[in-house]
């Protein structure tokens, strides 16, 4: 049994130890906002963050999770009660399709809590990992903006347009992923990674 602390709740898991984080979430809890994209930790549609970190969870194992704060995108908010993130991407219609959007926010989550003002570069940047196919870009650029100045609360003023003149300063896909441990070079869930979709 390994204990797993999703969205402030302990879960005891009867899991392999080698198993991917994404499908602990998706078929042992139902928290299903993390989509199976690549399953290579290239397209970012799995993340979630650990200990406020995004995360690839298609590739973390849940060896390397107890102890740490785990944060799916069900944990932000409800549909009932939609956190300043959900608001903003709800607001702007930043979605098509929708897929990708889940690690979007979470992403963007993670930017506005260690940076509130950040600039139109600096989330350009941050966001560059997670990747989108439908095109609505610009408008998750605005649904960012829109919940910087949520998170902010009234009368703030984030002050996310201006580009940064020294440029982003951020991490990378290579160096937020820390819980990751060594599981990038793992080649034991080839055989997982063809699960498809459910």
Excluded: W
């Excluded at 930790?41 to 060896?63: E, H, K, Y």
């Excluded at 003149?165 to 080839?190: C, F, N």
């Amino acid at each position: 049994m390994i204990e797993l602390q999703v969205n402030g709740r302990s879960h005891s898991v009867s899991a392999d130890p080698d198993t991917p984080l994404l499908y602990v979430l998706r078929d042992d809890l139902q928290l299903n906002a993390a989509k199976f994209g690549c399953g290579l930790g290239q397209c970012g549609s799995c993340t979630v963050l650990v200990d406020g970190a995004p995360t690839l969870s298609c590739l973390t194992p849940i060896m390397l999770l107890e102890g740490r704060q785990i944060t799916t995108l069900e944990g932000l908010g409800s549909l009932e009660d939609p956190g300043p993130m959900q608001r903003a991407f709800i607001e702007e219609q930043a979605a098509q399709c929708g897929y990708c959007i889940p690690g979007m926010m979470l992403r963007a989550q993670a930017l506005l809590e260690r940076n509130p003002h950040a600039s139109d570069a600096e989330i350009r940047a941050y966001l560059e990992p997670n990747l989108c196919r439908c095109g609505t870009h610009m408008r998750i650029l605005q649904a960012v903006r829109r919940a910087a100045t949520l998170m902010a609360g009234p009368g703030s003023s984030p002050g996310t347009h201006a580009p940064s003149a020294a440029g982003p300063q951020l991490e990378t896909a290579d160096t937020d992923t820390e819980a990751q441990g060594d599981s990038r070079s793992r080649p034991a869930h080839s055989e997982r990674r063809e699960r498809p979709e459910r």
